[in-house]
């Protein structure tokens, strides 16, 4: 039971333990960058299996079609643009925050995304991480 004081729990925060598989912060945030873009072109195959069906729809509409019809394949083709709708807004967000991230925490000199090194390996702290050690000459942040 994690510290527990008389009759209190107290719980500390989970933590990751360290593993060599894990990406860098580099890594990282190119497969985020990556996942995005994946998803954007799949989000492209849907609009155009829309518009597909529309023009489909369209070439074998006859005077004599109903106007259910209509209407119920107009809501049908509305409600798949609103949730690539959706999706798209949800895409922006993770690209703004992806990018806030970005800012964040590399240089702002940086003429390639390779040449970037975390920001926090200028500060001096104790904190040093494997992307860390990629830009010092030890190993140790500086």
């Known amino acids: ?3 527990a004081r008389k009759g209190i ?3 500390s925060m989970p933590e990751i333990p360290p593993q060599h598989h894990r990406p860098n912060i580099c890594q990282t ?19 155009n299996a829309e518009a ?26 509305n409600e798949t643009l609103e949730t690539v709708i959706m999706k798209e807004w949800l895409l922006l967000r993770k ?3 992806v990018t ?8 702002s000199n940086c003429q390639s ?13 104790n904190y040093c991480e494997t992307s860390c050690q990629m830009y010092t000459k030890k190993g140790n942040c500086r």
């Open 95 to 97: 690209l703004e925050k």
């Open 52 to 77: 597909e069906k529309i023009q489909y729809f369209i070439g074998h509409l006859s005077p004599c079609t109903p106007t259910e019809v209509l209407s119920d394949f107009n809501i049908i083709i």
């Open 100 to 107: 806030r991230f970005y800012t964040k925490h590399f240089s």
């Open 113 to 125: 995304f390779s040449d970037c090194k975390p920001n926090h390996c200028d500060t001096g702290s």
């Open 1 to 3: 039971m994690p510290n």
């Open 9 to 11: 729990i107290i719980l």
């Open 29 to 47: 945030t190119i497969d985020l960058l990556e996942s995005i873009a994946l998803e954007e072109m799949a989000l492209s195959h849907v609009l």
